[in-house]
């Protein structure tokens, strides 16, 4: 057992993150005074890596900053050993006068050999944090296999509040329990925000072959940012075939871009398999150089429940232009229940003027809560330009058994020859 105290200044240089890229984790000057104290506790037999013991193969690097009202403290590991392991970490804040403030404890499953954990945590709300403590421990794992190495990482800016993470995996074993971490900065490389969450699909993975997208939004305004990706393969716990795939749907593929900044794609999906399925469609875009330019990530890109027969549309707002292709990556699950809200509804749409009117009623014996419908617009060339949706609960209220009930979208402001309506 080895113990090994360190006291490190704010700002040390961040290792590099996914993708390749790598920038500094400068500090704003007026938080120069604050430190980061690292306690970390070997809890392996000595002389486990290459040379020396596992402790002094996990290197590390500390950022963050204390705001006026919350501390934002960081972390990134390297582990240079030849061991996968899994680290807990025992995180401890502290006042001015060192007095405990509180305490928190994390864990991560599985850090590979010769692969970085990049974190952020924060005590949301003690805005009397002075300093922070860690307390790590590691623990050979055995039950994950490395895929870090096949998972490759873009990072898109979208605004000055968005981010857009898109992660292909170019291996042969699914990529599971995948955790981005992402370190956002100003227009002088200050550090200023950092945020941390799963990405995967459906079924919480990356699959071989496949590509997940996922959006952060940044409270603070930022220039850029540095994303790091972490996880494994779980061994011990195999992937479900849910028995549905691409070619149980019928699907019908809408695109418009403008000139500036925007391509819109809408999927109208079909489901011809004999089961309830909970759809998703994650989306990559790409140049005619086979550069990754943008994706969608957001609510519209998935469906909870599409019974059989049933239609519905999912779609994204990529914000980019000069697209050539857009990759479709899809992963699915049978609904449990096996039930669609949408199965006793039935609804008519007519154009008068500028407006679109639909009529939905409910012949089933349930009431409905937010149903809404999606409405694509078609030029006077009849080409696709626009998607927009509509609720028909907008005043309150559920749509109860055996109404009937209007919804309607005024004054569209572009002229129109022709819609699609869907009801979800």
């Known amino acids: 057992m080895k113990k090994t105290i360190l006291t490190l200044l704010l700002g040390a240089l961040m290792l590099s993150g996914c993708g390749g890229n790598s920038a500094p984790a400068s500090q704003a000057e007026d938080n120069e005074d604050s430190v980061i104290t690292e306690q970390s506790t070997e809890t392996m037999e000595e002389n486990i890596g290459e040379t020396g013991n596992l402790d002094d193969l996990i290197e590390k690097t500390y950022g963050g900053f204390v705001s006026t009202e919350t501390c934002y403290d960081t972390f990134v590991l390297k582990n240079n050993s030849n061991q996968n392991v899994r680290v807990n970490v025992d995180i401890t804040g502290f006042d001015s006068q060192n007095a405990e403030l509180a305490t928190e404890s994390c864990s991560f499953p599985f850090l590979g050999a010769d692969e970085t954990l990049a974190y952020s945590h924060c005590f949301s709300g003690i805005k009397e944090v002075d300093h922070v403590e860690y307390n790590f421990s590691y623990e050979v794992n055995t039950d994950y296999a490395p895929v870090m190495k096949d998972i490759k990482c873009d990072w898109l800016r979208i605004d000055e509040n968005h981010l857009l993470v898109i992660a292909r995996n170019e291996g042969e074993l699914p990529g599971t329990e995948i955790r981005a971490t992402a370190f956002f900065y100003d227009e002088n490389d200050n550090f200023i925000y950092a ?230």
């Open 195 to 424: 945020l941390n969450d799963y990405i995967g699909d459906l079924d919480g993975e990356i699959k071989p072959g496949a590509a997940v997208t996922y959006q952060f939004a940044s409270y603070e305004h930022f220039d850029h940012a540095e994303v790091y990706l972490y996880g494994g393969c779980d061994l011990s716990n195999p992937h479900q075939e849910w028995g549905i795939s691409e070619k149980d749907l019928q699907v019908t593929e809408y695109r418009y871009q403008n000139e500036t900044y925007l391509t819109e794609e809408a999927l109208a999906i079909k489901n011809n398999f004999d089961k309830h399925a909970q759809i998703r469609v994650d989306m990559v875009a790409y140049d005619s150089k086979g550069n990754v330019i943008g994706g969608g990530s957001d609510n519209t890109n998935k469906y909870d429940c599409l019974a059989p027969g049933q239609e519905a549309v999912l779609y994204a707002r990529l914000m980019c232009v000069n697209v050539d292709h857009i990759d479709l990556f899809y992963s699915f699950r049978t609904c449990e229940n096996g039930i669609s809200d949408l199965e006793n509804i039935e609804y008519t749409y007519e154009i008068d003027g500028q407006d679109v009117i639909i009529t939905a009623t409910n012949n089933g014996t349930e009431s409905l809560k937010n149903m809404y419908c999606q409405i694509l617009y078609f030029d006077l060339a009849g080409k696709f330009f626009n998607i927009r949706r509509a609720y028909f609960n907008s005043e309150g209220g559920d749509l109860l058994p055996g109404e009937t009930r209007s919804c309607v979208v005024a004054d569209y402001p572009y002229a129109f020859s022709d819609v699609l309506v869907y009801i979800e």
